[in-house]
């Protein structure tokens, strides 16, 4: 008999700075960046098969099946650890693409999560974490699901515990390639590096942000709009913007006076991911 549906959250990240220190020799970044996750995200549901096929049964406009990184995330996972059982998986999409939210890397977490559990592979979160960097800088982090002070490409990892605001996310109505803004000649690349015992929380900044509002008004318009209540900042390699408040009303409150044609989300930051308390109920029953 196949197993049940298993039904996991991949929640969101925010970057609430993201200093660039330098660059590698083979072009990548070294930068430091403190990642909160958020209770907002996709679902992804996942079913057993023993055939040994992995079958995504939902679509995103523009990525081709074998390209999405649930389905690699899951083909990488099942050659790794030579199993013969395979997957049919369905995602419900909330997430903006391109937003530096982190929606396609969580996805590929959750994914690598996910089957480690339903075809019982007992990979521990390190090896699962060393596969997820294979698909991208923000995959380590989503496995890990801690709250983190990142440095190197984002990889090395060090647990925080941050306190836990509201956020209310603007979200402009562009893709942003994290690729293009990582190659602009203007990118400022010399931040000079702090330690884990200096954390800017509410400070820092990130060095993305110039690049990207000189190219995209519609950033530099969400941010203009939010500034005017909150220090408003950009995640990631944009487009989403943010700022935080002590509670949910508050950030409601702002949410109601901004135009309404601009679409936001409010959600809680989260030191613990979304995915990693749901597998420890999972565990407990
Ligand atoms: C900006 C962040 O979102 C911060 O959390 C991440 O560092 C980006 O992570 P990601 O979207 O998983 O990025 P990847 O898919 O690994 O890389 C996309 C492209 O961005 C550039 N890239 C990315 C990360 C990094 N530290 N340096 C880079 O130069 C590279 O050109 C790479 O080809
Ligand atoms: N499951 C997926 N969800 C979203 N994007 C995917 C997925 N699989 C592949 N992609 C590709 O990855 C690109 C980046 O998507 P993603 O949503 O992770 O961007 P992002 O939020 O800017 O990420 P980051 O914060 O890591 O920079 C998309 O434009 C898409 O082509």
Redesign the pocket.
Known sequence: MHDAQLILPAPA?L?LFLHINGRRTDGYHELQTLFQFLDHG?QLGFRRRDDGVVRLHSQ?P??PHD????V?AARQLQARSGTALGADIW?D?Q??????????????ATTLLGLNHLWHLEWSENCLAELGLEL???VPVFVRGRAAFAEGVGERLTPVTLSEPWFLVLVPQV????AEIFSDPELTRNTPAITVRSLPEGGGHNDCQPVVERHYAEVRNALNLLNKFVPARM????ACVFGSFPNRSDADKVSRQLPATLPRFIARGCNRSPVHQQLETLARK
Request: charged residues 15%; aromatic residues 0%; hydrophobic residues 30%.
């Open positions: 990240k970057n996709d995103i523009g990525v390209s999405n990184l649930i690699r995602l999409k997430l903006p693409m391109g937003g530096g939210i982190g929606g396609g890397s969580s996805d590929a991208g800088a923000d893709s942003v390639s994290t995640t990631g390699t944009g």
